[in-house]
């Protein structure tokens, strides 16, 4: 089945609110209306407003970088899902390395905060992925595996084709490290026949995954050119508009 391919840009914590404007008026010239290719940006929240109204009509859509899984209440930093939808939000990405890393992540707290995008209308962008040590461990597929089982747990089939997966190889995440295209197949592949064994063969056909370990407009080509590698989930190279459009559009 042809999937569409969906490069997401995921600016992290960068730009400032001048900046961000900047950055998205040169991601929408260069990357405008591309019928062919799925385009998003997930600003940092401050700028998401501002971006929208930037990014308005140019068939860029709109993402947020997290979301909390209540609908409103005392958590203080954080932002929920109407919020995000209020501000032109279309996805959310979810259970990203650093926030595994850094901010007590789990596959449980992964688990409801899709729960909640889904019931609120926004698409869930899950990120899954190994440590360099579990990969040079062997553990790659157990890791994934336990991943996605908690992220989709309890998910009914018609919730789990509104998701899309980034597979994040945790130690090629702003390292200048890239899995070569044929270790990016390999864990994709993986990744397909698990939503097989969960759901069926015409889910895991279905769903778009994204390969997130430094994807740039030197290997893009490369990585997309393989069958089950679905577009990329973008860090340092959506921070600049012409090495973005060099993803979206790779030589």
């Known amino acids: 089945m042809s999937r569409k391919i969906f490069i997401a840009g995921n600016w992290k914590m960068n730009t400032t609110l001048e900046e961000a404007v900047d950055l998205a008026k040169s991601v929408v010239q260069e990357c405008k209306n591309r019928g062919d290719v799925e385009v998003a940006v997930c600003p940092p929240y401050v700028s998401l407003s501002a971006v929208a109204q930037v990014i308005k009509g140019s068939g860029v859509k709109l993402?947020?970088?997290?979301?909390?899984?209540?609908?409103?209440?005392?958590?203080t930093g954080k932002v929920s899902v109407a919020m995000l939808k209020s501000v032109g939000c279309e996805y959310v990405i979810i259970g990203h390395s650093e926030q595994r890393q850094y901010f007590g992540e789990t596959d449980e707290t992964v688990n409801k905060k899709v729960k909640a995008a889904l019931a609120g209308g926004l698409k869930p962008i899950i990120c899954v992925g190994e440590l360099l040590s579990e990969r040079e461990n062997g553990f790659t597929e157990k890791v994934?595996?336990?991943?996605?089982?908690?992220?989709?747990?309890?998910?009914?089939?018609e919730d789990a084709l509104k998701t899309v997966i980034a597979y994040e190889p945790v130690w090629a995440i702003g390292t200048g490290k890239t899995a070569t295209p044929e270790q990016a197949e390999e864990v994709h592949l993986f990744i397909r026949k698990e939503l097989e064994k969960l759901y069926d063969s015409d889910l895991s056909s279905k769903i778009i995954i994204q390969y997130g370990g430094s994807m740039n407009p030197k290997n893009a080509k490369e990585l997309l050119a393989k069958e089950n590698v679905d577009g990329g989930l973008i860090g340092g190279a959506s921070l600049k508009g012409d090495q973005f459009k060099g993803v979206v559009i790779p030589q």
């Not at 993402?63 to 958590?75: I, L, P, R, T």
């Not at 994934?144 to 089939?157: H, P, R, T």
């Open 63 to 75: 993402g947020a970088q997290d979301v909390h899984w209540e609908v409103s209440g005392a958590f």
């Open 144 to 157: 994934v595996e336990k991943q996605i089982v908690g992220a989709y747990k309890d998910l009914s089939k």
